[in-house]
C-alpha cells in the first residue's frame, strides 16, 4: 500500500480581523469614497489593530496602483517592519536617499495596536486635494494577513474667515479704558493639514488682546476670536486698522525630504476684520478735522421728546483753534431753546470756544417740546475765524400724550382715566351718599 503524505503550507493570504486608521498627526481620520486617506509630505499615524495580543512580526507595504510595481521609489513603493525581538522594533525596509521615512522614536505599541508614525514623499501634481489609488498590505512572518485600498492625497493648507466684516469699538473720550469689541470673527481650517494661526494688526497691536482663540485649528475645524481692546487716553476722532490671520503648517509635522518641505513651510494669509474704533460720546454724530484744523463736533442727530417734556441735549467741541458758535431753532414754535450753557455756565449764544486737544468743550442745550405730533431743528452754526462755516442739526420728534391729562395738575394718568371718568365717579358717590342719608332719617322717622 503507498501512503501519500500530503504538506500543509500556509497560504499567500490568510485573512485576519484587521483594522487600519490612519490620520495626519494630531488630526481625525479623514475618508474619501469611504477609503482612508494618508496624506503625503506630511507624518501620518498608521494604526493597525490585530484581533488578538499574541507576539508578532508585522510587515507594512503602501504602494501605488492596484499591483507592486516592478520599479520601485519613492514615488510608488514603502515598506516597514515592527520586529518583536530586534534592539530597534520599528523599521524601514527600503530608504530613498538615505531617508527612511519613519520616526521610529514616536511609533508605538499598545497591547494589540501598532502604531505606525510615518510618512511618504509628496510627488503628486500640485493640485489641491489631488488624490491617487494606493493600496496597503499587512504581512506577518511574510503571509499577507490583510490588504486595502486607500486615497494618497496632496498636502492642501487652507484657510477661511467668515461672521464679522468689520468689529466696532466705542470708547469714551480722554479715557483710558478696556472695552470689548462689537462682533467676532471665524477662521475654518478649509484644507488637510493642521495650521497654527496668528492674527496681527497693523497699528493697533499693542492695545489688543484676543479674550477668545485658538493657536491650532485643524482640518475642518473652526475658531471664534473675541477681541478687547486697551484704550488711549484719545481726542474723539475714528480710528481704523487693518489685519491679517497667518497661517502655517507645524514644521515638526512636514517630511523634510524634498523641495515641497519649503513649500509646506510657506505662511498663508487671510484678512481679518477691519477694526474701527469711534471715541466719542454714545448715540453722537462725530465730525472731525473740521475747517481743515482738527476741530471735531459732536452732536445728536435725531431725538425724541414728549409734548410738554423738558430735556438738556448736548454737544461736544475739541481739538485745537478757535470758533463761534450760534445756537436757534426753526420758526415752527414746535420747539423752544429755555437756556444755554457752555461747561455748565450759562451763556447767550453766539458764543466763542477756544478749544484744546486735551479737553473738550461740553454745549448743553435746554429745550422744551411744545406742540405733539410735531417736529423741529436745533441748529448748530460754527463759524471759523477766517469766515468759513458748517451748519448741523440735531431734530427733534415730539411724541403725543399716552394718555389722557387731569386739567387741574397737568400730569399723565397712567391708568387711563380722564377728568370725565372722575366727574362721573363724584357724582355716583354722591347720589349713593344722598339715598343712604334719606334712609336713615326715615328709619329714624318711624322708630320716633
Same mark, same amino acid.
Given at each position: ?123 503628486? +501634481?500640485?493640485?489641491?486635494? =489631488? ?5 496597503? *498590505?499587512?504581512? &506577518? !512572518?511574510?503571509?499577507? $494577513? ?126 481679518? +476684520?477691519?477694526?474701527?474704533? =469711534? ?5 453722537? *454724530?462725530?465730525? &472731525? !478735522?473740521?475747517?481743515? $484744523? ?155
Amino acid at each position: 500500500m503507498v501512503f501519500f503524505i500530503f504538506q500543509f503550507f500556509p497560504t499567500a493570504c490568510a485573512e485576519e480581523n484587521v483594522d487600519i486608521e490612519i490620520n495626519v498627526v494630531e488630526s481625525d481620520p479623514r475618508y474619501v469614497e469611504d477609503k482612508s486617506v494618508f496624506v503625503a509630505g506630511m507624518w501620518n499615524n498608521l494604526k493597525i489593530e490585530m484581533d488578538t495580543d499574541k507576539p508578532r512580526n508585522l510587515k507594512i507595504v503602501l504602494f501605488k496602483g492596484g499591483e507592486i510595481p516592478d520599479s520601485k521609489d519613492s514615488s510608488n513603493y514603502y515598506e516597514w517592519e515592527y520586529k518583536q525581538n530586534d534592539p530597534i522594533h520599528w523599521i524601514s525596509s527600503i530608504d530613498y536617499n538615505s531617508y527612511d521615512y519613519i520616526d521610529s522614536d514616536k511609533c508605538e505599541k499598545s497591547k494589540n495596536i501598532y502604531n505606525f508614525y510615518v510618512g511618504i514623499s509628496d510627488t503628486l +501634481p500640485n493640485t489641491p486635494f =489631488f488624490n491617487e489609488d494606493w493600496k496597503i *498590505e499587512v504581512y &506577518e !512572518n511574510d503571509i499577507k $494577513i490583510h490588504s486595502e485600498n486607500i486615497f494618497v492625497e496632496k498636502p492642501t493648507k487652507g484657510i477661511a474667515k467668515s461672521h464679522g466684516d468689520v468689529i466696532y469699538f466705542y470708547i469714551d473720550p480722554f479715557t483710558e479704558m478696556t472695552t470689548q469689541g462689537s462682533d467676532y470673527f471665524t477662521l475654518k481650517n478649509t484644507g488637510n493639514v493642521p495650521m497654527n494661526i496668528k492674527v496681527t494688526y497693523h497699528d493697533l497691536e499693542y492695545l489688543i488682546e484676543f479674550t477668545s482663540f485658538t493657536d491650532r485649528i485643524y482640518p475642518s475645524d473652526s475658531a471664534n476670536y473675541h477681541i478687547s481692546l486697551n484704550s488711549n487716553s484719545w481726542q474723539p476722532q475714528i480710528i481704523t486698522d487693518y489685519g491679517e490671520g497667518i497661517g502655517q503648517i507645524p514644521e515638526d509635522m512636514i517630511l523634510d525630504d524634498t523641495d515641497a518641505f519649503v513649500s509646506l513651510k510657506s505662511a498663508l494669509a487671510v484678512n481679518a +476684520p477691519d477694526i474701527k474704533l =469711534f471715541v466719542g460720546h454714545s448715540r453722537h *454724530e462725530l465730525v &472731525e !478735522n473740521l475747517f481743515d $484744523i482738527g476741530l471735531s463736533f459732536q452732536y445728536q442727530k435725531n431725538i425724541n421728546m414728549d409734548e410738554g417734556e423738558i430735556k438738556d441735549i448736548n454737544a461736544y467741541i475739541s481739538g485745537d483753534g478757535h470758533l463761534r458758535l450760534s445756537i436757534w431753532t426753526d420758526d415752527t414754535e414746535n420747539i423752544r431753546i429755555l437756556k444755554i450753557f457752555k461747561n455748565n455756565e450759562e451763556i447767550n449764544s453766539p458764543f466763542d470756544i477756544h478749544s484744546t486737544s486735551t479737553s473738550e468743550q461740553k454745549i448743553t442745550v435746554r429745550v422744551e417740546a411744545i406742540r405733539e405730533k410735531k417736529s423741529g431743528d436745533i441748529n448748530y452754526k460754527l463759524e471759523a475765524l477766517d469766515g468759513r462755516s458748517h451748519t448741523y442739526k440735531t431734530h427733534v420728534e415730539i411724541n403725543p400724550l399716552s394718555g389722557p391729562t387731569n386739567d387741574l395738575t397737568g400730569i399723565k394718568s397712567d391708568s387711563g382715566l380722564g377728568s370725565n371718568t372722575l366727574v362721573t365717579m363724584v357724582v355716583v358717590i354722591s347720589i349713593f351718599l344722598v339715598l343712604g342719608y334719606m334712609i336713615i332719617s326715615q328709619l329714624r322717622s318711624k322708630r320716633r
